[in-house]
């Protein structure tokens, strides 16, 4: 009767496990937030998407005008070439 109240021969439970992380992500909250905008407001979508659709058209179109001409590329080129070929002939012959 000693040994059991004295508790020499039991093992005792393992303790359990709870640990809870101290982790944060910004991005997981970030995408929480806005996914919970949308579910508020569907329509919101939509229009962002066309939103985003014209800023990229405009980006595009932007960049065809801001690209010289198809012409002048070849007409600088050879112009180049030509006054390299000079300064070659003049350094050269004279």
Not at 11 to 38: M, N, V
Request: net charge positive.
């Amino acid at each position: 009767m000693t040994l059991k109240r004295f508790g020499l021969f039991r093992t005792k439970p393992p303790k359990g496990f709870d640990y809870q992380p101290l982790y944060y992500s910004e991005e997981k909250e970030r995408k929480q937030e806005i996914l919970r905008r949308l579910e508020n407001n569907p329509e919101d979508i939509e229009t962002k998407k066309e939103k985003h659709r014209v800023q990229v058209q405009r980006n595009w179109s932007r960049l065809k005008t801001n690209r010289p001409s198809g012409a002048s590329s070849p007409v600088m080129l050879i112009m180049i070439i030509a006054i390299l070929f000079l300064l070659t002939w003049y350094i050269l012959f004279s």
